[in-house]
Structures are given as structure tokens and as C-alpha cells.
């Protein structure tokens, strides 16, 4: 009798054991949404790849959670993100929000985010001011006044006076645009602002207005996968022979696409906070994972911003032992880490990335075209943020 005794103890502490092994590997899905197809599936592309190979190097379990990515297109529609976001809070439970390819599609779900407290990580869109549409978010990819403030400098230590701004006419291309102009006149240049649409973008018309400026340059942003366009448009109107300079943040010379765009390119120099070809043993790494996982592309700063926002979520989890919420969101800001793009940390104050910004230059290694790292402007935090006081 005390024996069986004994015996139904142990099997019911085994099974306890056993069902809290269970709880402990409890699902925490992650609702990836990306635009995957469309204009802008350059982008979805990216970060999807990036994401897979993240869990193909760290496993796909953390601190007793087994991690379940649900990869949604909303094709780069805002309305579209805003539904699958409902779906994936309400139906498939998922702890955490991730992707969003744009600025429009980031800021959709910011709502929902919010009332179901479930952090959302900004992978790509770098409009200044989302990251204050919600508690809740916390970005991994960057800033445009980030990435233009240091192009200002440059310009101005340069000997330009005279920039005509090009930038497609959206979130991001407004803060590229006030950053650069505010800063260039403020040191004295002359700066003269265009804007073309971001849907089927027509290029010809502006770039005949910005030749006819007679300007020591033009600064251009257009979104990743875009600027391959730009540069065809760019050299077709006889622009790259005119003595024009052609400046940009990173996003038009986007490692995705920069092979592609032949001569055109060479020269160009740009500001941002990735380059494939950064000279780190973390970036070499990185570089050779994803190219030999995804038949041989070159990772941009797209898959960047991909790679480190599962890190957050890893890490986070870490630091929580697994618990999602509100705990994770705390977790994830404040944290500092080794990236690929060099060290970077989350702003506990504005849950923006502060990261290096480089200058480069488009130069040809081994037979490729590549952004070439010349400067480091370190630890660079949102101007827009930092001017408030943040
Ligand atoms: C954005 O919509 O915020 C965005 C998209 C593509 C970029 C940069 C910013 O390359």
C-alpha cells in the first residue's frame, strides 16, 4: 500500500514534471508582415530571408519557448497590414508583431499594437516620427534624418553650395528632404526641394528640372529596390555626364540591386548605416551565412534590420525567461549589441536604434560593385528625437 503509495507520487511528479516541460516549450508566435510581393517585395524578400536564416543559426526555441514565425503579404497596402495584424493578434494569439516593409504600413497597426500590448518591431520603415505612434514599437532598422544628417556634413566640408533635393514624396522622403535642407542652408548652401511621386514613379521630368538648376549636386532618396529605376532614368538623361554629383542615403545604392546598376553607380557617395561590404568579422559571417543560404544574394540593409529585430526578440526572451508582454518590450529597450552594421543599442527613451552612420563610396572589388566604407560618425541617435530633448 505504501508502495503504491510511493509510486503514484513519483508517476504524478513526472507527470507534472512532464506538463511543466510542456509550458515551458509553449508556442510564441511571431506575425511576420511583409509586403512579399508587389513594387516593393525587394524588401519583403530581404527580410524574410533574413529572419529564416536568424533561426536556421539560433534554433528555433528560446528560453523554453518554441518560436513559430507566420509570414503574411499585405502586398505593401496599409489597409491590407492593418487586417492581417487583426487576424494574427485575435486569431493566431502571436506575442509579437514584426516586418513592416513601409512607413504607411508600419504605422496602420500601431492602434492595434497598442490595446493588445504586443510589441511590434520595425524592420525596415524609417519614417522619424513612428516609433511615437505607439508604446509599443521598437525599431530595428534606422532613421532617415539618422542616415542624412551626416550627408549635410559632408556636402558642406566638400565645397557643394548648390543641391536640387529628389526624394519620393512619402514619410520617409519628406524627413530626408527637411534634414537635408535644413542643415545645407543653415551652413550657407542653396537648396531647391523636388518631390516625385511613390507609385510608378516617373523620374524623367524631374531629373530634366534638376539639370536645368545647374546644381553641384543631387541628393536623392527612394525606397530600397526602387533606385536601380532611378539610376537607369538618371544616366539615360544624360545626368551622370554633366557634372552633376550624384548624393543619396543608402536606399537608392541598396546592396540588393547596386550590382545591377552598372557604371551609372561608380562614384556615388552615399550615407547610411549598412553596407555588405562593412569590414567586421561579424559582417563577413553574416554576409557568407545569407549569401550561401539564399543562392548567393548579397544581404542589404533590409535583411539588417530583419536579422537584428529577431535578435531583440531572442535576447528579450532571454532576459525574460520566456515571458512575452510587456516584460519583452521593457527587455528589448535598452539593449546593446554587435550587429552586422557594427554595435548598436535601443534608446530606452524613444525605442529608436542608435547605430554608426558611414560614408561610402560606390567602387568595384573583386569584379562587384560595393559601398565602400571612408568615415565612421559613431553612435548617431535619431536628430528629430534628440532636437525634443529625447
Ligand atoms: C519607409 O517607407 O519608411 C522606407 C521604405 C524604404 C526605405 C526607407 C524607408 O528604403
Known amino acids: 500500500m505504501k508502495r503504491r503509495l510511493v509510486l503514484a507520487l513519483a508517476a504524478s511528479a513526472a507527470a507534472l514534471a512532464a506538463t511543466g516541460a510542456a509550458t515551458a516549450q509553449e508556442l510564441l508566435k511571431i506575425g511576420l508582415i511583409l509586403p512579399m510581393t508587389g513594387p516593393f517585395a525587394s524588401t519583403g524578400k530581404q527580410i524574410d530571408a533574413a529572419v529564416k536564416l536568424y533561426m536556421q543559426q539560433n534554433g528555433d526555441a528560446v528560453a523554453g519557448r518554441k518560436v513559430q514565425v507566420i509570414l503574411k503579404d499585405d502586398t505593401g497596402a496599409a489597409d491590407t497590414t492593418k487586417r492581417l495584424a487583426q487576424e494574427l493578434i485575435v486569431n493566431d494569439k502571436v506575442s509579437v508583431l514584426a516586418g513592416f516593409g513601409l512607413t504607411p504600413l508600419a504605422l496602420a497597426p500601431a492602434p492595434l499594437a497598442t490595446q493588445a500590448k504586443v510589441p511590434e518591431i520595425v524592420m525596415a520603415a524609417a519614417t522619424a516620427t513612428i516609433t511615437e505612434a505607439s508604446p509599443y514599437i521598437v525599431r530595428s532598422s534606422f532613421t532617415l534624418p539618422q542616415a542624412t544628417v551626416p550627408m549635410v556634413?559632408?556636402?558642406?566640408?566638400?565645397?557643394?553650395?548648390?543641391?536640387?533635393?529628389?526624394?519620393?514624396?512619402?514619410?520617409?522622403?519628406?524627413?530626408?528632404?527637411?534634414?537635408?535642407?535644413?542643415?545645407?542652408?543653415?551652413?550657407?548652401?542653396?537648396?531647391e526641394n523636388l518631390r516625385v511621386p511613390l507609385r510608378n514613379p516617373d523620374f524623367s521630368p524631374f531629373l530634366q528640372r534638376a539639370a536645368d538648376a545647374k546644381p553641384d549636386a543631387v541628393f536623392v532618396f527612394v525606397?530600397?529596390?526602387?533606385?536601380?529605376?532611378?539610376?537607369?532614368?538618371?544616366?539615360?538623361?544624360?545626368?551622370?555626364?554633366?557634372?552633376?554629383?550624384?548624393?543619396?542615403?543608402?536606399?537608392?545604392?541598396?546592396?540588393?540591386?547596386?550590382?545591377?546598376?552598372?557604371g551609372v553607380a561608380a562614384g556615388v557617395v552615399s550615407t547610411h548605416h549598412y553596407s555588405a561590404a562593412h569590414d567586421s568579422p561579424e559582417?563577413?559571417?553574416?554576409?557568407?551565412?545569407?549569401?550561401?543560404?539564399?543562392?548567393?544574394?548579397?544581404?542589404?540593409?533590409?535583411?539588417?534590420?530583419?536579422?537584428?529585430?529577431?535578435?531583440?526578440?531572442?535576447?528579450?526572451?532571454?532576459?525574460?525567461?520566456?515571458?512575452?508582454?510587456?516584460?519583452?518590450?521593457k527587455a528589448m529597450s535598452g539593449m546593446s549589441w554587435t550587429s552586422p552594421r557594427g554595435p548598436v543599442s535601443i534608446d530606452p527613451a524613444t525605442r529608436d536604434i542608435v547605430q554608426n552612420i558611414y560614408v561610402r563610396k560606390v567602387e568595384t572589388r573583386d569584379g562587384e560593385l560595393y559601398n565602400v566604407e571612408f568615415a565612421t560618425i559613431p553612435n548617431v541617435k535619431d536628430p528629430v528625437k534628440a532636437a525634443k530633448g529625447n
Not at 519620393?168 to 522622403?173: E, L, Q, T, Y
Not at 545626368?239 to 540591386?257: F, N, Q
Open 223 to 262: 525606397p530600397s529596390g526602387v533606385g536601380a529605376q532611378f539610376m537607369k532614368q538618371f544616366s539615360e538623361r544624360g545626368l551622370d555626364k554633366s557634372g552633376i554629383r550624384l548624393i543619396s542615403t543608402g536606399d537608392v545604392v541598396d546592396d540588393d540591386i547596386l550590382n545591377e546598376m552598372g
Open 153 to 191: 556634413e559632408w556636402a558642406t566640408k566638400n565645397g557643394l553650395k548648390k543641391v536640387v533635393t529628389l526624394v519620393s514624396d512619402f514619410g520617409p522622403g519628406l524627413d530626408a528632404e527637411k534634414a537635408f535642407s535644413e542643415g545645407f542652408t543653415k551652413a550657407g548652401g542653396t537648396v
Open 283 to 329: 559582417n563577413k559571417a553574416f554576409v557568407e551565412a545569407f549569401r550561401k543560404a539564399n543562392g548567393n544574394m548579397r544581404p542589404n540593409f533590409m535583411a539588417v534590420g530583419g536579422y537584428d529585430g529577431m535578435h531583440l526578440v531572442y535576447e528579450g526572451l532571454k532576459k525574460t525567461n520566456g515571458q512575452a508582454g510587456e516584460a519583452l518590450l
